[in-house]
Each structure stands twice: as C-alpha cells, then as structure tokens.
C-alpha cells in the first residue's frame, strides 16, 4: 500500500513539473480563471466569505464567549459604542430604564471596529451597508429589484 502512494506521489511530482516547464506552450490555450484574471471588484460573496473565515479563526483561538447580560446606556457608552452624531448622554442623563443597545447590532459594530480599524460611526455605516447588500437594497436605500415600482 505504501508503495502505491509513492507511485502516486512521484507521478504527481512529475507531471506538476512538466507542466510547470511547458507552461508557456499551454498557458495561452488554457480558458482565465474567472475573479483571479478578470479585472474590477472582488465579488460580495467572495469579500465576504474572507471575512467570515476570518472570524471564524479568531472564534476557534477563543472558543469562550461571555454570555450576553442585560447592559444599558452607561455600559454602553464605556465600551466606546458612542459618537457625536450617535450620542448617549441623553439616555443616561435621562435615567432610561430600557435594556440598551441591541447585543447583536452591539457585537458586529464591534466586530467590525476591530476587523478594519475604524470609528463608531463608520464602523455602523459598513455594517448598513452590509445588511444592504443582503437584503437587495443600494447604497443609497432604493431596492436594486428590477421589478421594484417606487411612487415620488
């Protein structure tokens, strides 16, 4: 059995290396490789299938993870998830009882914070226009549905 698989193997090695070796005889005639030799954007389920890997491998070098609680306003405000345009001093000035920010909304902000490198308020525009792209809607909020009728 053992020797099969080094037939295989070295059968494998030699025929890698001859390819390699005439590649510019067979290259031209060999049909592109479509998103690696085509030009423009990398496609949405590709960007986002690296991202999702990503996090993926990040979860697995810490499998726990806290259990979400109840937090409000002022924990809110502390784990940095504020800004000028999105301000929380209102709330909690006010005494708001609610439970506070929405823990999965809360958990990609953050996620994407980390990921990228940006602000509060960008980090919520990407993931906006993430859910867009999802749901079928443009960047500039009309439904990207051909079909769609809107009325102005």
Not at 34 to 58: C, E, F, H, K, M
């Amino acid at each position: 059995m053992a020797y099969f698989f080094y037939t295989i193997t070295f059968a494998l090695l030699v025929l890698a290396t001859l390819l390699y070796a005439t590649r510019q005889t067979w290259k031209p005639h060999a049909p592109p490789i479509p998103y690696l030799t085509t030009p423009g954007p990398i496609p949405t389920p590709l960007y986002n299938l690296a991202a999702y890997l990503q996090d993926r491998l990040s979860s697995l070098h810490n499998p726990y993870v806290r259990l979400p609680t109840s937090s409000t306003f002022a924990e809110d405000a502390e784990a940095g998830l504020h800004s000028a345009t999105f301000n929380l001093a209102e709330n909690i000035e006010a005494g708001d009882s609610r439970m506070g920010l929405d823990v999965e909304g809360k958990r990609e902000v953050q996620r994407m914070m980390k990921r990228r490198g940006v602000g509060f308020d960008e980090a919520r525009r990407l993931v906006v226009e993430e859910r867009f792209a999802r749901e079928g809607v443009g960047r500039d909020g009309r439904p990207l549905d051909r079909k769609a009728v809107m009325f102005s």
